[in-house]
């Protein structure tokens, strides 16, 4: 019996001890939880620009969605576009889409190659320069791809409805710089502190 009480009694001092610790001061637990808050609220501003920057260069929804096409379609209600301006976006994407692919796989190839090569123990200078040599006309076509959709579907609106497309982007690249301009902000009060 005094042993199970001993044992208790050391449980308990155990415990007080952990639970000393664990709670700082309340005054420091203050400036703890802001660092929390400002540590999650950057957090959760670069995880949303950097999904608004994947999806900027397509990888967020695939393929299709780095040309205008699919930024139009995404405001079709809003642009009132007609069932013909749909589908006749939506066959562009389609050419487009089946022109691009092989091109896109080879340069996501040749990347791939590109990385193998910076990786190995001696670098080969010529075979990497040579990689890249090739990569850039393929990379131009599919440029000239991505240019020649975006004339085309842009083609397909009403003179209003590309107004109205212009206005809408305006205001996605507003709301893009001023997340990037939060960011910057909250980086360098961090850094800032951090110097302290």
Known sequence: MALRRAHNDEKRDDLEKAASVSRP?????KIMMKRIALVTAAASMFVLASVDAEAR??????????????????????????DAQIQQIRSIH?????QAQPLREDVDQM????????????????AVMQLID??????????????????????????EQRDMFQQFRQ???????????????WKADKIKKADK
């Open 111 to 126: 990347r791939s190659e590109r990385r193998e090569l910076m990786r190995a123990p001696v670098i080969d200078e010529a």
């Open 171 to 185: 205001e996605r690249r507003e709301m893009r710089d001023a997340r990037r301009g939060m960011f910057k902000a």
């Open 25 to 29: 001061q309340k005054n420091g637990e």
């Open 94 to 98: 389609e050419a487009a889409r089946a």
């Open 134 to 159: 090739e990569m850039t006309p393929v990379q131009v076509a599919l440029r000239k791809i991505r240019a020649r959709t975006q004339i085309e579907v842009l083609g397909v609106l009403t003179p």
């Open 57 to 82: 260069r397509g990888r967020g929804n695939g393929p299709h969605d780095r040309d205008r096409g699919a930024k139009v379609l995404r405001h079709a209600d809003q642009l009132g576009l007609s």
